[in-house]
Nanobody, 121 residues
């Protein structure tokens, strides 16, 4: 499974941005796709996940109500729509694939390269 994240950029406080994760390869075993983010000095943290079988999406408390994860069935592309951006959303964002449906970083065995999101105040 190969993942390619794109769509990062520089935005101002309150703006919106959509990240895209293009998925290729043998995805038949993938049951969950997620977005994580990393800020220097902190661990990579879970942001959002979406399941293969229509399970309710999962969100970190810090982004709930502002970010929306979606996908093109089943796994051609996964999106992260980020609204009402805040400076604390500044991070490198990674998409990841898992054979399960989880918020745990350790459950994700496939990772794309990151895309930088910077939100200025």
């Amino acid at each position: 499974v190969q993942l390619q994240a794109s769509g990062g950029g520089l935005r101002q406080d309150g703006d919106s941005l959509r990240l895209t994760c293009t998925v290729s390869g043998h995805t038949f075993s993938i049951n969950g796709m997620g977005w994580f983010r990393h800020t220097p000095g902190k661990e990579r943290e879970f942001v959002a996940a979406i399941g293969r079988y229509g399970e309710p999406p999962l969100y970190a408390d810090s982004v709930k109500g502002r970010f929306i994860i979606s996908n093109d069935y089943p796994w051609n592309t996964v999106y992260l729509q980020m609204n009402a951006l805040k400076p604390e959303d500044t991070a490198i964002y990674y998409c990841a694939a898992s054979t399960s449906y989880s918020t745990a970083r350790a459950a994700y065995g496939y990772w794309g390269q990151g895309t930088q999101v910077t939100v200025s105040s």
